[in-house]
T-cell receptor
Framework: NAGVTQTPKFQVLKTGQSMTLQCAQD?????MYWYRQDPGMGLRLIYY???????DKGEVPNGYNVSRLNKREFSLRLESAAPSQTSVYFC???????????????FGAGSRLTVL | AQSVTQPDIHITVSEGASLELRCNYS??????LFWYVQSPGQGLQLLLK??????LVQGIKGFEAEFKRSQSSFNLRKPSVHWSDAAEYFC????????FGAGTILRVKS
């Protein structure tokens, strides 16, 4: 059981380039999330998808777009990368349907992005 | 708005000593509270959660946390720390969207 899989694990971009981070989960979870982690700031929510077909902005959505391709997959796109987007990105998923497991997030291993 | 404060950026304890990591939160309703642990280069793993009921919750790896509504706190404790506990610990609060604290880095002295 793979859980949450993110690709790529590492990426170096030049300012202005675009890229997409891919995320897939195999737990039949309804909700998926993208967070970024920066030193001393914890994790900040970029976008989330409560269920298939819906997406919503989090705390720091500027410069990003997302696509909930199907129930399993949730991608994060940087259209024109900036040095401020250098970070470690985490995808997560949760059952999201109510009950004690609804809000328990399962995280991927992370994607380290450097923008030069 | 919901928020989480972890006052200690770094904590160093000796192996075998007790541990308490502090977490204070701000939330408009009855909170869902979580502690996650992150080892270097890894994703986050759930240690324990509080949804309702008994205010002392047990988690994995011998950790426990106590919810104190009057103090808006959810401190993490372990009676005897092992070298393998060295990691970064995050407190989080929320329902559909979790808000995380800035994290506390735990170092363990042998």
């Amino acid at each position: 059981n793979a859980g949450v899989t993110q690709t790529p694990k590492f990426q170096v971009l030049k300012t202005g380039q675009s890229m997409t981070l891919q995320c897939a989960q195999d737990m039949n979870h309804n909700s998926m999330y993208w967070y970024r982690q920066d030193p001393g700031m914890g994790l900040r929510l970029i976008y989330y998808s409560a269920s298939e077909g819906t997406t919503d902005k989090g705390e720091v959505p500027n410069g990003y777009n997302v696509s909930r391709l199907n129930k399993r997959e949730f991608s994060l796109r940087l259209e024109s990368a900036a040095p401020s987007q250098t970070s470690v990105y985490f995808c997560a998923s949760s059952e999201g349907t109510g009950g004690s497991g609804a809000n328990v997030l399962t995280f991927g291993a992370g994607s380290r992005l450097t923008v030069l | 708005a919901q928020s989480v404060t972890q006052p200690d950026i770094h904590i160093t304890v000796s192996e075998g000593a007790s541990l308490e990591l502090r977490c204070n939160y701000s939330y408009g309703a009855t909170p869902y509270l979580f502690w996650y642990v992150q080892s270097p280069g890894q994703g986050l793993q759930l240690l324990l959660k509080y949804f309702s009921g008994d205010t002392l919750v047990q988690g994995i790896k011998g950790f426990e946390a106590e919810f104190k509504r009057s103090q808006s706190s959810f401190n993490l404790r372990k009676p005897s720390v092992h070298w393998s506990d060295a990691a970064e610990y995050f407190c989080a609060v929320g329902a559909s969207k979790l808000v995380f604290g800035a994290g506390t880095i735990l170092r363990v002295k042998s």
